[in-house]
């Protein structure tokens, strides 16, 4: 750890987000402050109006990368954290702002009119996940993120280990709440094929998975769309409802 005595310092970053996955980790205030008794959490524009410090060894980042801006600050924040963690689909796949067209400009334009603001507008790109532009550690999926998953991420972040991360598919998670499948309803569910590990917390409440934890790297899309067909539910349902956490690359490639 960089830091100048032993206490790890974590800072967050909030960028292109709702702040919920912010506001989710101060729900857990126990299981928080188990943590904070071992880190200085140094700069949390959240809860803090302190300036960043010179110097820290965890950042973590809520948002997507929406402006020339933001990308200068994961660069500057990936250059000064021994490890960086993204929190939430907004970060991880560039999640609900990812769902702005190819026209970005035009989707500005749509919102705000002639007069967009300069947090929204200056230096404008098309949205993009912290992973396209830097490289992250560690990820803590879905919208908003469970806040323990948070506090069992920055442990591992803290003591250096690495932590395992599934890539099958949400279905072998659903089939073992034995809930039955909404396809069999008619009805589209993501889960075929989104990453695994919240156990399926939707299906199990009688939601379909709206895939916030982001394609599993198991996930077979056309097989998808094929079962969607038979199914009545439709393979374009299909794939408009992938949009909503899709993963889009940064349309600027000089990262
Ligand atoms: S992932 Fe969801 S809850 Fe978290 S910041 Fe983005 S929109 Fe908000
Ligand atoms: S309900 Fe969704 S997650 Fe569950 S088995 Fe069916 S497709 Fe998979
Ligand atoms: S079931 Fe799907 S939408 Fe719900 S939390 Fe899990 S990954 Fe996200």
């Known amino acids: 750890m960089s830091g100048t005595d032993e ?3 974590v800072v967050f970053v909030g960028l292109a987000s709702c ?7 101060t729900n857990v205030e126990k299981h928080l402050m188990d943590v904070l008794g071992q880190v200085d959490m140094r700069y949390w524009q959240l809860t803090s109006s302190d300036p960043m410090p010179d110097s820290f060894d965890v950042a973590v980042i809520e948002g997507a990368v929406t402006t020339e801006e933001a990308k200068r600050t994961v660069r500057a924040l990936r250059e000064g954290a021994d490890a960086v963690i993204t929190i939430g689909a907004c970060a991880a796949t560039s999640g609900i702002p990812g769902m702005s067209t190819e026209d970005h400009a035009a989707d500005l334009a749509a919102v705000y009119g002639e007069q967009v603001p300069d947090a929204a507008g200056a230096g404008a790109i098309a949205p993009c996940a912290v992973k ?3 490289e992250v550690d560690f990820e803590v999926p879905c919208c908003p ?3 323990y998953d948070f506090v069992e991420v920055l442990q591992h972040a803290l003591y250096g280990s690495n932590i395992y991360r599934r890539s099958s598919t949400l279905c072998g998670e659903c089939k073992n709440n034995e809930r039955g499948c909404f396809y069999g309803r ?4 993501l ?5 695994s590990g919240c156990g399926a917390r939707c299906p199990n409440l009688g939601r ?9 790297p198991d996930a077979n899309v056309p097989q ?4 969607a067909e038979r199914a009545g539910v439709g393979a374009e349902a299909l794939g408009r409802a992938l949009r909503m956490f899709n993963q889009r690359p940064c349309a600027d490639e000089e990262a």
């Open 7 to 9: 206490t790890p310092k």
């Open 19 to 25: 702040f919920g996955c912010q506001i989710n980790i």
């Open 132 to 134: 396209d532009v830097i």
């Open 145 to 147: 993120i469970d806040p």
């Open 186 to 189: 008619e009805t589209l569910c």
């Open 191 to 195: 889960g075929l094929v989104t990453r």
């Open 208 to 216: 379909p998975c709206n895939g916030c934890a982001g394609l599993s």
């Open 224 to 227: 998808a769309r094929r079962v």
